[in-house]
């Protein structure tokens, strides 16, 4: 049987598309499947926050350590996706003397970047921060776009004719005599189904990983850990803002274009699917933020999210703080006896291309290609995901994104829904939360011929009811007032609640 592929890679988040690249790069025949779209996990559900590895230097140094090495190199060669905005640690009147000592000895051995600024000099840069806190340090903290980060990846990857399939659902692995050769796959919006051979297998589900490990009869304990996040309406800080403690809940600010992302929280859940944010986080987040910024309360929040991360931890290990962030990628050959099964565990996003790296070492391995990596060394072509601005008419005033935008952001998309377009545009994602922007949006792709009347309703129906779902946790004061306004619009003006949908997409 002739292979279809060399390596089928599972999971479209950024290890799995880091993963594809770097073997693109290198030659090898590709594909890459993902249940939903791109960025879709745990890679579109987080903080943004690409680490310095300062958060990490007391209780997990070697993460530490790869965390300011790979900040450096994505700095170098993926700097369209990041604001360098720098962070800082902060400590305030509560935090521990001693753990600050050891934090500074700790980062300076890890090759951190750490220097003090005076109290003054940061209050005067963050005016909002608490006038009480003690210490603050300079840290090379960045903001990173995960969303187009995945996407170049894909994009980077396909130029060089790997295959990506989205909204396709892996059903099985076919084993032979001990080894993997092929994926059954599902298309969940045909109902189509095939099958692919194959060398290699790469397992980057995330926090699915198990799931696939579990078709080829192979247990991965992968620790379920969700993070609540909540999102304010303007831009707390022009930096990133860490409280200097042992991490725990609420403790991170992170600027992301009009707006903060603050988290995060930490609970064992039973299932990847398990993201939903209740009221005592929304609260308990709000009490501890407030210690860096005080009248947090009063803030505007439009909304909160949760995001679940995959921790490895082998046969045993800790759970939730105490669990390693470190990543490990397993050949399943060597631990489990079968051949041609690799999977790629834990980490985080800061180090997905080292990761990614370890994953298509092994790969190459298996098939006997000796090319080196190239991904710490070749930039990303930014424009492979930039629209050409023919105008400045935003359909998105919130954050400005205008029809070229829109265009570029479903380009050889054969099946696609707002979620996709909001990662690459941030369409729906600023103060207004797609009130006035979903339904433009929708007219613009019905207007253009690239959707039917039916499918365009559809996805108006179905982008406000994906904001809806982290509106609901924070409606009090201003944003209960907008949502009136949302669903007035939506349920009034515009009858939502009758438009018809297709069963079939167009």
């Known amino acids: 049987m002739q292979d279809d592929f060399q390596v089928v890679i599972i999971g479209g988040g950024a290890t799995g598309t880091g993963i594809l690249r770097d073997l693109a790069l290198r030659g090898v025949s590709c594909l890459l499947v993902e249940k939903d779209g791109l960025a879709s996990g745990t890679s579109g559900r987080f903080h943004g926050l690409l680490h310095s590895g300062a958060r990490y230097a007391v209780n997990d140094p070697h993460a530490a350590a790869e965390c300011a090495r790979e900040n450096a190199i994505l700095k170098r060669v993926a700097g369209e996706f990041i604001a360098d905005t720098g962070g800082y640690f902060v400590a305030t009147p509560e935090d521990d003397d001693d753990y600050i000592a050891t934090w500074t000895a700790r980062c300076q051995a890890a090759g951190i970047s750490i220097k003090e600024v005076p109290v003054k000099e940061a209050l005067k840069k963050e005016p909002l921060l608490n006038p009480e806190i003690k210490r603050v340090f300079l840290v090379p903290d960045a903001a990173i776009d995960g969303f187009k980060l995945v996407e170049a990846n894909a994009r980077s990857a396909a130029r060089l004719e790997a295959k990506v399939k989205t909204y396709t659902l892996v059903t099985g692995l076919e084993l032979k005599n001990g080894s993997v050769r092929g994926v059954y796959l599902k298309n969940q919006v045909t109902g189509q189904e095939e099958f692919v051979a194959c060398q290699v297998v790469v397992n980057a589900a995330g926090s699915w990983a198990g799931c696939i490990a579990a078709m080829a009869g192979i247990k991965l304990n992968i620790i379920h850990d969700k993070g609540a996040l909540l999102v304010f309406s303007h ?9 200097l403690r042992p991490p725990g809940d609420g403790d991170i600010f992170v600027p992301h274009g009009n707006v903060t992302i603050f988290g995060t929280t930490s609970v064992i859940v039973p299932s990847p699917d398990d993201h939903q944010v209740t009221l005592r986080e929304v609260s308990k987040l709000l009490d501890e933020g407030a210690r860096i910024f005080p009248g947090l309360r009063e803030r505007r929040l439009i909304r909160a999210f949760a995001g679940v991360r995959p921790i490895y931890q082998g046969d045993a290990g800790e759970t939730g703080r105490q669990a390693t962030r470190d990543f490990s990628v397993i050949d399943h050959e060597q631990v489990d006896g079968v051949h041609g099964l690799i999977s790629a565990a834990g980490g985080k996003l800061t180090t997905f291309r080292l990761m990614a790296q370890v994953a298509a070492d092994m790969a190459c391995k298996k098939l006997g290609i000796e090319r080196n990596c190239m991904t710490d060394v070749i930039p990303y072509d930014a424009d492979a995901i930039k629209a050409r601005q023919k105008s400045y008419s935003f359909l998105c005033q919130c954050e400005m994104v205008t029809a070229e935008m829109l265009t570029e952001a479903v380009k ?46 559809r996805l108006l129906k179905e982008h406000i009811q994906e904001r809806w779902k982290g509106n609901r946790f924070v409606l009090w004061g201003d944003q209960a007032q907008e949502m009136e306004i949302t669903r007035g619009i939506y349920l009034g003006t515009l009858n939502l609640a009758k438009l018809e949908s297709e069963n079939n997409a167009v």
């Open 235 to 243: 831009r707390l800080c022009g930096r990133v803002i860490n409280r």
């Open 412 to 457: 050889e998309k054969a099946y696609f829904t707002f979620n996709d377009v909001r990662r690459l545009t941030r369409l729906g994602m600023g103060p207004c939360q797609g009130t006035f922007c979903t339904f433009k949006a929708a007219g613009y792709y019905h207007g253009n011929a690239t959707v039917t009347a039916a499918k365009a309703a």
